[in-house]
């Protein structure tokens, strides 16, 4: 059971390229979740899907998109990388609340870096 | 909109000894979660406990427990006896809830640091 697997774990970017973070769970959760985490900050989130075909924007959504065609994966787009999303990015899943405590399970992040 | 207050950017003990992490949140929800997770140096997001705003009693996980006060809208993390290996940061989240999915809202951190 490997659980929230995230690629690339490094990445820098220059101005204006376009990539995809790849985020893939073997849980079997519905509901998936991007975060951003700048130095010295907490995790906002960018994006989330509580189930396949259905996403809907989190806090700090602009300059990325989402998809969810299956129930493992949820990847990141992020088009004309700018300077400002350089962060560390960590995709998390969870079970429904009715299910338990509803803890998020999240991976060990991409570090990525826009010069 | 709800939000998470942790006060302490750092906070450092001697290994041995109990910590209380301080937490404080805003909501006009009366149903929420609260939960804390480390982020050790390396990086990864690790859940620590949980508490349920109508659950009766504190959370404890091992040496691990939630000093929840509702009134004050308090949910501190007490480490007790803490380790070398507690050094770390520590993160308070608040769920909100949409369609079934957890919204956590994060507050900023407090580093712990253990002396030995």
């Known amino acids: 059971n490997a659980g929230v697997t995230q690629t690339p774990k490094f990445r820098i970017l220059k101005i204006g390229q376009s990539m995809t973070l790849q985020c893939t769970q073997d849980m079997n959760h519905n509901y998936m979740y991007w975060y951003r985490q700048d130095p010295g900050m907490g995790l906002k989130l960018i994006y989330y899907s509580v189930g396949a075909g259905i996403t809907d924007k989190g806090e700090v959504p602009n300059g990325y998109n989402v998809s969810r065609s299956t129930t493992e994966d949820f990847p990141l787009r992020l088009e004309l990388a700018a300077p400002s999303q350089t962060s560390v990015y960590f995709c998390?899943?969870?079970?429904?609340?009715?299910?338990?405590?509803?803890?998020?399970?999240f991976g060990p992040g991409t570090r990525l870096t826009v010069l | 909109a709800q939000k998470i207050t942790q006060t302490q950017p750092g906070m450092f003990v001697q290994e041995k000894e109990a910590v209380t992490l301080d937490c404080t949140y805003d909501?006009?929800?009366?149903?929420?979660?609260l939960f804390w997770y480390k982020q050790p140096s390396s990086g990864e997001m690790i859940f620590l406990i949980y508490?349920?705003?109508?659950?009766?009693q504190n959370a404890t996980e091992g040496r691990y427990s939630l000093n929840f006060q509702k009134a004050r809208k308090s949910a501190n993390l007490v480490i007790s006896a803490s380790q070398l290996g507690d050094s770390a940061m520590y993160f308070c989240?608040?769920?909100?809830?949409?369609?079934?999915?957890?919204?956590?809202?994060f507050g900023q951190g407090t580093r712990l640091t253990i002396n030995p």
């Open positions: 989240a608040m769920r909100e809830s949409i369609q079934g999915a957890q919204k956590l809202v």
């Open positions: 998390a899943s969870s079970y429904s609340i009715s299910a338990g405590k509803g803890e998020q399970f």
């Open positions: 909501t006009s929800d009366p149903s929420y979660g």
């Open positions: 508490q349920g705003s109508y659950d009766q």
